[in-house]
């Protein structure tokens, strides 16, 4: 699965990489790094927390092959 941040809604509250720092990272300036690799398989439960506890919804998921 691929997770896309939306950066123009990004606040840089920071609660995605505080709660799942194996997935998300703070770029230079605190708010979410856009460019998150594929999730693995194993990984996305973690990453829905992310997902979930964004107080933006700055963080949507794609599946593979959309
Ligand atoms: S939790 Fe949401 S608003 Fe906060 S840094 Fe992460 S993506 Fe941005």
Sequence with gaps: MKLVVNTEVCSGHGRCYSLVPE????????YCDPNIAD???ELEARAMIGVNNCPEDAISVAKDGD
């Design 39 to 41: 999730v693995p398989p």
């Design 23 to 30: 997935i998300f990272e703070p770029d230079d300036n605190g």
